[in-house]
């Protein structure tokens, strides 16, 4: 059983910054790469930043140089630092793994976290 337990977020007004954290827990032989989606009510999820088992980083353009996505392996944990925020971020953010739990396995599984609420006034 693989769960993903996120954190940090909250109210900030425009201009300012939060932190997300969210570690994965469970039995993982290998992540494939972890990154965060965000939705808001009546609209399509997003993809806001993913990084892979290489380090590679894949950011939408909307976030690009405001944002950043990183890693800790051994921790089986990632981040999104946010700077610069603004109203249009206001959304619930979702961390999202993409692992292995068995060597054998062809094809990795996929989780999601709970989502926590990012709101910025303006």
């Known amino acids: 059983q693989v769960q993903l337990v996120e954190s940090g977020g909250g109210l900030v007004q425009a201009g300012g910054s939060l932190r997300l954290s969210c570690a994965a827990s469970?039995?993982?032989?290998?992540?494939?790469?972890m990154g965060w989606y965000r939705q808001v009510p009546g609209k399509q999820r997003e993809l806001v930043a993913t990084?892979?088992?290489?380090?590679?980083?894949n950011y939408a353009e909307s976030v690009k140089g405001r944002f950043t996505i990183s890693r800790d392996n051994a921790k089986n944990t990632v981040y999104l630092q946010m700077n610069s925020l603004k109203p249009e971020d206001t959304a619930v953010y979702y961390c999202?793994?993409?692992?292995?739990?068995?060597?054998?396995?062809?094809?990795?599984?996929?989780?999601w976290g709970q989502g926590t609420q990012v709101t910025v006034s303006s």
């Open positions: 990084i892979t088992s290489g380090d590679n980083t």
């Open positions: 999202n793994a993409d692992l292995w739990t068995t060597a054998w396995r062809t094809s990795p599984n996929n989780y």
């Open positions: 469970g039995v993982i032989f290998r992540i494939n790469a």
